[in-house]
């Protein structure tokens, strides 16, 4: 019998070159839902941008680039 399963979202955040892994707050969230929930903890997130998804070690991951401080 074919079983599936959810799998679980991830949301990568690195500053200063030190990546933070953050769970997922409700699964029911949108992307822009996370971002804001975590931005109370990380005020980077709040001008970051979103990529992905990425599918890896059965996990959906996503990663907030931070766009401070870039020029160009």
């Known amino acids: 019998m074919l079983q599936t399963t959810l799998m679980p979202r991830v949301f990568k955040h690195t500053v200063d070159g030190v990546e ?3 769970s997922d707050p409700n699964p029911e969230f949108s992307i822009e839902q996370v971002q ?3 931005s109370l903890m990380y005020p980077a997130l709040l001008s970051s941008t979103v990529q ?3 599918i890896s070690d ?3 991951q996503y990663a ?3 766009v ?3 020029k160009g």
């Open 20 to 22: 933070t892994l953050l």
């Open 36 to 38: 804001d929930f975590y």
């Open 52 to 54: 992905g998804p990425y």
């Open 58 to 60: 059965d996990q959906i």
């Open 64 to 66: 907030f680039s931070s």
């Open 68 to 70: 401070i401080g870039v």
